[in-house]
């Protein structure tokens, strides 16, 4: 497995997909700089920790994760029936589920990783502009959050994959975050109330604030998108395993 996870990073390198990675680090770091920026300047009261990451938070589980984790878990499996090497694969020592399990654990990984990363750098921003400390357990909480968020985008991504599979192209998978990022801010301004926690989408974007929702309302939500990304990833497993690859 070791072997296979070097390879699967070795064949990144000089890609998009760095690009892509860079961008999801950096783009909610800048943000969030600029906000504190321009919070302290057009503020005359103390610094406030309680809304110093929301800001942030909400840019990054509306449009930056979805989008650029789908991107890059698409190029991952797509790229290998773009360049024709998927064929290759059959004449290696190891199964092909063993490359399926590579790739998503990369995948996984580094959305852990980058979510983690993007608080860090975020939290030090925070403590330099800030002239109050932060409260008591705001650290721990917000760690929690980065979790949730880190979490809900590896279920997603999972959808994501199975898109990219089935037609062997990194389009497809952009295009199911893009669809499942509309439904989510779509029903921001809807009135199903509970029910929206059933999209996958809509709960990773309010995973860090469910405080509006019943505990039955978000256990259901928790079961949707753990039931849905679970059925995604065994389906796309069978996709990758058992596709005719010879046959594009």
Same mark, same amino acid.
Request: aromatic share 14%.
């Given at each position: ?17 760095? %690009? ?19 919070? =302290?300047? +057009?503020?005359?009261?103390?610094? @406030? %920790? ?6 942030? @938070? ?13 991107? *890059?878990?698409?190029? #991952? ?6 360049? =024709? ?19 998503? &654990?990369?995948? &996984? ?15 030090? *921003? ?5 002239? *109050? ?11 929690? =959050?980065? +979790?949730?968020? !880190? ?25 199911? !975050? ?6 989510? *801010? ?8 509970? %029910? ?25 939500? #928790? ?22 690859? !010879? @046959?594009?």
């Amino acid at each position: 497995m070791i072997t296979i996870l070097q390879t699967e990073l070795l064949k990144l390198r000089r890609t998009i997909v760095q %690009w892509m990675i860079l961008s999801v680090i950096l783009i909610p770091i800048v943000f969030n700089l600029i906000y504190v920026m321009l919070s =302290g300047l +057009l503020e005359d009261s103390a610094f @406030n %920790w309680n809304t110093s990451l929301v800001f942030v @938070n909400f840019l990054l589980t509306v449009i930056i994760a979805p989008i650029f984790y789908a991107g *890059i878990a698409s190029f #991952i499996f797509s790229r290998e029936y773009r360049e =024709g090497t998927a064929e290759a694969h059959f004449t290696y020592p190891h199964s092909r589920a063993s490359f399926f399990t590579g790739k998503v &654990f990369i995948i &996984f990984l580094f959305i852990l990783t980058s979510c983690l990363l993007i608080f860090s750098v975020n939290l030090i *921003i925070c403590l330099l502009f800030a002239d *109050i400390p932060p409260p008591p357990n705001f650290i721990k909480s917000e760690i929690l =959050g980065s +979790l949730r968020i !880190a979490f809900t985008q590896c279920g997603l991504v999972c959808i994501t994959i199975l898109a990219s599979i089935a037609f062997r192209n990194i389009v497809a998978g952009i295009l199911t !975050a893009v669809i499942g990022c509309t439904t989510s *801010i779509a029903m921001l301004f809807s009135s199903l109330g509970d %029910w929206q926690l059933l999209n996958p989408y809509f709960f990773s974007l309010v995973v860090t604030d469910l405080t509006n929702y019943k505990l039955k309302s978000i256990f259901s939500g #928790i079961a949707s998108i753990t039931v849905i990304s679970v059925l995604a990833i065994i389906y796309a497993l069978h996709l990758y395993k058992n596709n005719d690859v !010879a @046959n594009k």
